[in-house]
């Protein structure tokens, strides 16, 4: 199977997504799928209440005029399909990218090995016919089956369909870069792979489970607040059920006046009880999700989203992440009586055919220090040698002279085996750049010694100002590294973390997350082989490569389909702006009840106690026209912010004093005083059209 998952970004408001939305929404007024959310529930109910009322006043004489009942009944629909259409337009982002993965599968053969050996027979089967445990050829041009580890061989893996990078890959037998992904292609050589999914369990099918927003479990928070909701809307309910009697016992006591009517009393329920956030509360969590797909992160689940929102302790790997992870030239040493252009211009011609990035740069050190420039490749006639495991150097033979660079053994064997020493004072120059936290590489023409490189982990450009801007919203980083702790101060000192473990092994990573959330700490990290799993299974967000080893993916509750460890700052970016977004959109919603309660309560129930007009301070039309626009605004309000709830309140680092001052201020404020010019326009706009 080919697929290509790479995710695009999508218009908000995407043609075939809206018109799916539409008939979604219709759907989704279903009562078994409206009761899970007790506010739109209670708004279906009050529809239905007030389209009973209608119906009846068509036949005998109603509450109140037809044309009244209508209106407020067709807007509470409104509000109802509303509400639906937000959490279906969220929905169906997500399933417009599972439906391309569908689209895009298309079933392969394997050559199924009758025992894990390259010269082995092997039968051809449909990948829909490997099972968990089975062994596989794959060649170049073949496309991997299935998931799997690489039990021999090595090759070169095109897994753009997968990332949607265009760099190949090395995959091989053993270590961190033996897990291989079902769809992705072999362009060289050969692998035997061990199935690691049966059918249906594959990380492809894992993808467009969560891709589908539908099948999105809700957090613990998304919980509490739908409790919360719930909770408000009870009171509301009972507040609103009691009215109904008291009226009607007011007018028969005071003899005049008229009891209010159900109608009004469904209209202000629905005004009254968190109708803006629980229509928007599925949508934001829903949407969370599809950023997260957006940045090509796929979420385990929509709690490990969440609580990468609440993290306040990063723990990042130094190669790759904080550093360049491509070690580069930065200085030329030597020995006593070579010069210094002499070891710069053995060291560029060994490097000529080395299209490492070490080896580039070695090139490139020796042309900006020592004007050599680079010369002819085929000009020079000469034999390169490449590198190996085995050997671990390389170099080029020309005119008589063997140039080798290469580790500090591999080179004092070279020279010994031609009858040389290996210099004492070299031996003490390569332990001194290690110990600095860099890399020596020696250089050697035939039997004599020139001198070292020294090749060192540079940091990431702006890398500094990301952690500022981490400490800022009050999250500490913590650099991971296998250096020596000297080494490790300098370099966490470079790039500005909070703090660093050294010589980190998985049981000293382990004990750090566990000391961390002893203390109350939400703790993610990022990691791609299997001794990273023990860590990544204990913090609350894990991010796995999906570069790395399929026990890494498996403790893990995110895949970064980029393999790019610095995601993890964007992550927990992602998170905030969920948690931020939910809060933002429930302050807006219940200064909006606030605002609405002062429109309405008045209105309702002037025609039971006529003083009440004197606090009509919006100087509304009529009583129904103030109900009528409060019902309308509560409608439209939710058409309004769907777009706020789809992209998320714009992230900025701060902190949380500021964040929920800068909420009041906004959302707040903004919910109370929005409701009030609505409501004004559409009263305004009603009676200009002669409807009230």
Not at 88 to 114: C, I, V, Y
Not at 583 to 594: E, H, Y
Request: overall charge negative; some cysteine.
């Amino acid at each position: 199977m080919t697929v290509q998952t790479k995710a695009q970004a999508r218009p908000l408001f995407d043609p075939p997504i809206v018109r799916r939305a539409a008939v979604e929404a219709g759907r989704k007024l279903d009562p078994r799928h409206q009761f899970k959310n007790p506010v739109m529930f209670v708004v279906e109910v009050g529809s239905v209440v007030t389209t009973a009322l209608f119906l009846q006043a068509l036949v005998d004489e109603g509450e109140a005029a037809p044309g009244f009942i209508l209106a407020v009944s067709a807007w509470l629909w409104f509000t109802v399909l509303f509400a639906n259409f937000a959490e279906a337009m969220a929905e169906g982002r997500g399933k417009a990218q599972a439906d391309a993965l569908r689209r895009s599968r298309q079933d392969t053969s394997a050559k199924k090995l009758t025992r894990p050996d390259h010269a082995a027979e092997y039968h051809i089967v449909p990948s829909t016919a490997l099972r968990k445990g089975d062994v596989v050829l794959v060649e170049a041009g073949d496309i991997i089956p299935s998931d799997g580890n690489v039990l021999k061989g090595v090759a070169s893996v095109d897994e753009s369909a997968i990332t949607g990078e265009s760099a190949p890959v090395i995959r091989e037998s053993g270590g961190d870069r033996s897990a291989v992904t079902g769809g992705t292609r072999v362009l060289s050589d050969w692998l035997v792979v061990q199935i690691e999914a049966n059918p249906g369990e594959t990380f492809l099918d894992h993808m467009i489970s969560m891709v589908e927003g539908a099948k999105r479990q809700k957090t613990p928070n998304e919980i509490a607040l739908n409790i919360l909701l719930a909770a408000l809307t009870i009171v509301f309910l009972l507040a609103a059920a009691t009215l109904l009697p008291f009226s009607i016992y007011s007018v028969d006591a005071a003899g005049q006046g008229e009891p209010v009517t159900v109608t009004v009393l469904v209209a202000l329920l629905v005004c009254l009880i968190p109708t803006t956030i629980g229509g928007l509360l599925s949508a934001i969590g829903i949407a969370g999700m599809d950023r997260m797909i957006q940045a090509n992160v796929i979420a385990m689940s929509g709690r490990a989203v969440e609580a990468a929102g609440d993290v306040d302790v990063l723990l990042l790997d130094k190669t790759g992440t904080i550093t360049l992870g491509n070690r580069q030239a930065t200085a030329f040493f030597p020995v006593q009586g070579i010069s210094p252009d002499v070891l710069a211009d053995a060291a560029q011609l060994a490097s000529l055919a080395d299209e490492t990035p070490e080896g580039r740069s070695i090139v490139v050190l020796a042309k900006e220090k020592y004007g050599l420039r680079e010369r002819d490749v085929h000009a020079l006639g000469a034999a390169f040698v490449p590198f190996t495991a085995q050997t671990r150097m390389s170099g080029i033979d020309m005119d008589g002279r063997c140039i080798r660079k290469g580790a500090a053994d591999a080179i004092q064997a070279f020279v010994e085996e031609q009858g040389s020493p290996f210099p004492s004072a070299v031996r003490m120059l390569v332990d001194d750049i290690a110990t600095q936290g860099a890399t020596p590489l020696v250089v050697a023409d035939g039997p004599r010694v020139l001198g070292v490189i020294q090749l060192k982990d540079i940091v990431k450009g702006g890398i500094a100002e990301r952690f500022a801007e981490l400490r800022r919203m009050g999250i500490k980083t913590v650099m991971i590294t296998g250096d020596n702790p000297l080494t490790a101060a300098a370099i966490a000192a470079e790039a500005g973390v909070d703090d660093f473990l050294a010589q980190a092994t998985p049981e000293a990573k382990l004990k750090l997350i566990r000391d961390s959330q002893a203390g109350g700490r939400l703790v993610a990290m990022t990691g791609d082989g299997t001794n990273d799993a023990p860590a990544l299974a204990q913090a609350d967000v894990a991010v796995a490569m999906n570069t790395g080893t399929q026990a890494a993916k498996e403790a893990g509750n995110m895949i970064d389909l980029d393999s790019n460890p610095t995601k993890l700052i964007e992550i927990v970016e992602i998170g905030k702006q969920l948690l931020m977004t939910r809060g933002a959109l429930t302050t807006f919603s219940i200064a909006n009840d606030v605002s609405k309660y002062f429109a309405i309560i008045p209105a309702a129930f002037a025609s039971t106690y006529p003083a009440l007009d004197r606090l009509n301070v919006m100087d509304l039309t009529t009583p129904q026209s103030a109900i009528l626009s409060a019902v309308i605004f509560n409608a439209l309000i939710i058409i309004v912010l769907i777009p706020l709830a789809l992209r998320g309140v714009r992230y900025r680092p701060v902190g949380a004093s500021t964040l929920l001052r800068n909420n009041l201020l906004v959302y707040g404020l903004g919910g109370l005083i929005v409701p009030f010019i609505g409501i004004k326009l559409i009263d305004l706009l009603l009676a200009a059209l002669g409807l009230v």
